[in-house]
Every structure is written in C-alpha cells, then in structure tokens.
C-alpha cells in the first residue's frame, strides 16, 4: 500500500514539472492591439468634442428643463378684514383632479402595465368620499382628460399624492372664501364661479384687489436647494398687503341682527342700518337686509346683490327737518330763541298741508317743532327763505349730486330744477318736511354728519387702509367743506336732544348719556305716482356734549298698523347705540356724572 502510494506521487511530480519553451509575441498581435486601443481613444475624443462642441446647447437646454421648476401665478386676491383684523374675505387653495386613464400605472409596475379604472377608483372612493361604482363609470369614459373632482382641500390633495399613481393630475387654484357669510354680503360682494366679480368692493376695486405676482423659474440644485441664479431682483417677495375696512364686526352683527328681527315683526320689504364717525368719515356698520350668502350665490336671487342704502332713492320725511332748520338758522331766517304758529293746516297754491296726526299745535319753540314733529310749523319756518335761496342751499348739500365714497354704486338724488322749485310754491312747501325730492340712506347718513362735527363735509367710506405695491397706506381724503357755523349745529343738535328726552325718540333714551335724534315716517311714491306705501326712519347723533357718530335706521314698507319711526326703527337704533357705547368705551355724559355724584 505504502509502495504504490509512493509511485503515484513520483508520477504526478514529473507530469507538473514539465516547462513549456517561451517563444516571442508576434509583433503584429501588439500592433493590433495599439490601434484597437487607438480607435478608442479616438472614438472617445470625438464623441466628447461632439457632446462640447455640437450637442452642448441641447444638453445643456434639456439639463435646465430638469432643474428648472416654472411657477405660474395662480391669480390670486387680497384678503380683506375688519377693522380690527377679522377676515372677510380671502383666497383658499384648492384643486382640481383630472384623470388620464391610458397612463394609470401603480408604484413598482413596469412602464408598460396599464391598471384598470376600476382598479383606481378602489383607491380613490375612500379619499373623495364618492362611491367606487360612479368613479368606475367616470373614469372608463375616455382615454384623457377626464375631471373628476374640484374643490379639493390641501388635506386630500396630500393623500391623493401620496397614492403615487401616474395618470392622476392635481390643479392647484384658488378659491375665495367668505368666513362671515351673509354679515357683509352687501358690502363686499361675490366672486363667481369663474373668478369675475358681480357685486360689492370686489367688483368696484377688482384690479387693486388682485395680488401683485410675477410668474418665474426657479432653478434648483441635485439636492432640491434653490439657486439664485437667473432670477428677477424681487421676484419671489409675496404680496401679503390686505384692504382694511372701517367696519366693525361686532358692531354689524349686532345691527344685522336687529334689523333683521325688526324687518321680520314689521313685514318689511327691507331695512338698513348706518353707523359712521362724523369726524372722519369712517362707516362702523352698514348692515341691510334681506341678504345673501356670497358663498352659495346661486342660490339668491341676483335682486339681492345690490346695495340698497347707496343704490335706491327714498324720500327722507321728517328726518330732514333739523337739516331744513340748520341752513334757516345759518341764513338768519329764524333765530335760536324764535318761535313760530302751527294752525294745523296751511294751505300752498291751494294745496291743504297738514301735520301728520291732523292736530294743531299753537304757538312753538324750535325745539317742540321737532319734538311733535310738525309740517305746518316747517312750512311757516322755511317761508322766510326765498325760493331760489332755498333750492340753493339744497343744490349746496348736494342732494342731486352722486356723493364721493368708495361704496360701489353710489348714486346721487333727486332734486326738482331750479326753474320749477321757484315757480311753484308747493315745491318749497313739501321739502320743508322732507319731501319731494329724493335721496339715498348713505346721503341721508352724510347730511347728518354736518350737524355732529362743526358743520364740515366729510367722506362716508368703508375703506381704512390698504397698502399699494410700494407699501403706501392710501386714505381716503375728506372734502373738508365747512357749510354751516359751528354754533348752528350745536343749537340744532340741542333741539333734537329734546326729541330724544320729551318726544318721538324717547325709546333711544340711555342713562347718564345724551343722545339726540329725529324719527321720520315719510309716505312713499310708487313709480313716482301716488303714495302708497310709507319707508320708517330714525337719526341719532351721540353724545350730544361732545358729537363724533351718527346712527341711522331706515325700514322699507313696513306692512302692519301703527308703523312709525319710533314704533318701527328706533328699537333697531336703540340696540346699536347700547352696543356703540360699550365697543367704542364712550364715557357717560356730564350730566351723568354730575348725576351720580348727586347720588352718592
């Protein structure tokens, strides 16, 4: 065994131990060799001098579309707010799903696998909350282009997102929202389906209101950092600026509410309610009703989306008798301390004139002549004016002129011509009780400021700040015309003081503050022919000792008995003015403090 071991191993060292002989390359193998090598080296160099020289813009073209990411503007709009910061208005973004069936494909499928709709719509029920058997349908119905949602919420638009499923494209857009619904339905208006305005602020101002955006493409690095190359100086500042309204929020939830319960027990057509700070011109609320939701206008009647309190013209009533006393007081035709007789009737160029309850009134003051509220005693009063000074005057106040605010539709009154007014006395007559002549809630509110703040035009207007695209604050500039002395109006506004203490504005009364008013109950002409129907009115100013706002309320049409301003819009008034004095922490009154101190 050892023996035969042993010869094996001999054999095996003398089969590897056998050395093959060495023998030369031919040199015709190196030489192929060298040119294989060559001709690459050769190849190389030409296609990178092809790739440099020839192919560089297209690759470099094809490179920026992959690292350049283009953003459109998506046409976006200001928000607007209160005057304290409550919005009112603003843009949301929301999306748009479409569908292109030929390309669904799943994450890890090859590039060549299309998934069934069905197979998509299981997916996406659950997220869109519509069932799989109508998105089945929808999606089976071409090959492209297929809508399948909108007002889709960045919430859901994530979880869409996140299925990965090519085929699938989210349209980002923006959608205007109003968070307070119908509460400033009137002011600001609506935007439709299609982003164009139809009514309010956001059709009168609709080109400041769209944001200033620039569309731009943004290059950016392999791992996602923006690079600053190529970009506009500014592009990418955004323009937050938003439009700032002088209304208050509190303030015109309390009047809509009001006005709204008054409208309901009354049986109105519609009512309005205005409150405005008399030293600048500022509107603290302007609340009408009926209303809409700007959030759902298709379901309103298109009746609705105009503003009435600057677009309807009302015959203003008794309400514009302390404006009728402030210019005789300002011509000098009646002094302070005068007195004028109420017989209860006065006949003008044969036409009986009577006082609203058919009473006589004797021998008054100014003061008892807005406290009973009585025609003939204006009649008497304003006879002391000639006719062309008086339709003067009422050309300088402005009645038959479109007043300046920034109120969309503003329209201006009406006012009989000069030549008529003069030739026919009754003209004169009835203005002197506020009618036959026309004007709007807004105009009525503006005339009103006069007697509050010195006698001084001022502005109405709703719009506070807004900042322009060079961050400019733009005010609204007050016409500052002084039409009546300061002592004028002051007197004026004592006698209405009285109305409030001893007459038809008593429901307004507040202790330990001083408030003047006027109630109106205006008989109202249809289409300009008889009158049928009457319009409920109230003015306040406040406080009396030291005046800045005035309140008015005005109810369209009241349609049961025993409707009267007092009876119809000074409740609606009285409510706002509790909550005015408490919002704007107006102190009590001289009187009211000289009164507590009496008291303890």
């Not at 050395?19 to 030369?24: A, D, E, H, K």
């Not at 200033?212 to 493409?217: F, T």
């Not at 791992?223 to 509190?250: A, C, F, H």
């Not at 044969?350 to 009973?372: C, E, F, I, R, S």
Request: aromatic fraction near 8%.
């Amino acid at each position: 065994m050892t023996i035969l071991k042993s010869q094996t191993h001999k054999r095996n060292r003398r089969k590897y131990s056998t050395v093959t002989p060495l023998s030369p390359i031919p040199s015709y193998r190196l030489k192929l060799v060298f040119f294989i090598l060559f001709l690459g080296l050769l190849g190389l160099m030409g296609r990178t001098a092809w790739l440099q020289l020839v192919q560089a813009p297209l690759l470099e073209a094809r490179a920026r579309s992959f690292q350049t990411e283009k953003n459109n503007p998506l046409g976006s709009r200001r928000s607007v707010v209160d005057r304290y910061g409550k919005l009112i208005a603003l843009d949301e973004k929301r999306f748009k799903l479409w569908a292109h069936p030929r390309y669904f494909n799943f994450p890890g499928d090859s590039s060549s696998k299309i998934r069934e709709p069905i197979e998509v719509a299981l997916k996406l029920s659950k997220i869109l909350s519509i069932s799989t058997k109508k998105l089945t349908l929808l999606l089976s119905e071409k090959p492209s282009g297929i809508r399948v949602a909108e007002d889709i919420s960045p919430e859901i638009a994530d979880q869409i997102k996140k299925l990965k499923i090519s085929g699938l494209d989210l349209e980002p857009y923006p959608q205007r929202v109003y968070p307070q619904g119908d509460l400033f339905a009137n002011v600001i208006g609506f935007l439709n389906h299609d982003r164009v305005p139809q009514a309010g602020l956001e059709q009168s101002i609709n080109k400041r209101l769209i944001r200033n955006e620039k569309a731009h493409n943004l290059r950016r690095g392999a791992d996602g950092t923006p690079l600053p190359s190529e970009l506009e100086p500014g592009v990418l500042d955004g323009d937050d600026s938003e439009l700032k309204l002088t209304l208050d929020m509190r303030l015109q939830m309390v009047a809509l509410k009001e006005l709204t319960l008054q409208v309901n027990k009354w049986d109105a057509a519609k009512g309005v309610a205005i409150v405005m700070d008399s030293t600048n011109g500022q509107i603290l609320a302007l609340a009408s009703t009926p209303s809409y939701n700007p959030n759902k206008y298709w379901e309103y009647s298109p009746a609705l989306f105009k503003e009435w309190s600057v677009q309807d013209l009302f015959e203003p009533g008794s309400v514009f008798k302390p404006i009728n006393l402030a210019l005789a007081l300002e011509e000098g035709a009646i002094s302070p301390d005068g007195s004028v007789y109420d017989s209860g009737v006065v006949n003008v160029g044969g036409w009986p004139l009577k006082n609203w309850n058919h009473k006589a009134n004797g021998l008054m003051t100014y003061d008892k002549v807005l406290q009973v509220s009585s025609n003939v005693g204006m009649v008497n009063i304003m006879k002391n004016l000639s006719p062309a000074t008086y339709w003067e005057w009422l050309h300088k106040l402005g009645l038959n002129q479109t007043p300046k605010t920034d109120l969309p539709g503003a329209i201006g009154g009406q006012l009989k011509n000069k030549e008529l007014f003069i030739r026919q006395p009754i003209h004169q007559a009835v203005a002197s009780f506020g009618q036959g002549f026309s004007i709007t809630p807004l105009k009525l509110v503006q005339l009103h400021a006069l007697i509050a703040n010195g006698g001084k035009v001022v502005t109405p207007h709703i719009t506070k700040d807004f900042l322009n695209e060079r961050n400019l604050s733009e005010k609204i500039p007050s016409e500052e015309v002084q039409l009546f002395r300061p002592e004028v109006t002051k007197t004026v506004l004592e006698w209405m003081e009285s109305v409030v203490e001893s007459g038809s504005g008593k429901g307004v009364r507040t202790e330990n503050y001083r408030i003047g008013g006027k109630t109106g109950t205006a008989d109202k002409s249809q289409d300009g022919q008889a009158y049928s129907s009457k319009i409920c009115s109230f003015v306040a100013i406040l406080p009396v000792e030291n005046p800045r706002y005035v309140v008015v309320v005005a109810v369209d049409e009241p349609k049961k008995e025993f409707a009267y301003g007092s009876t119809v819009a000074v409740p609606v008034a009285q409510k706002i003015i509790e909550s005015l004095l408490v919002i704007e922490k107006i102190p009590p009154s001289q009187i009211g403090k000289t009164f507590l101190s009496a008291q303890s």
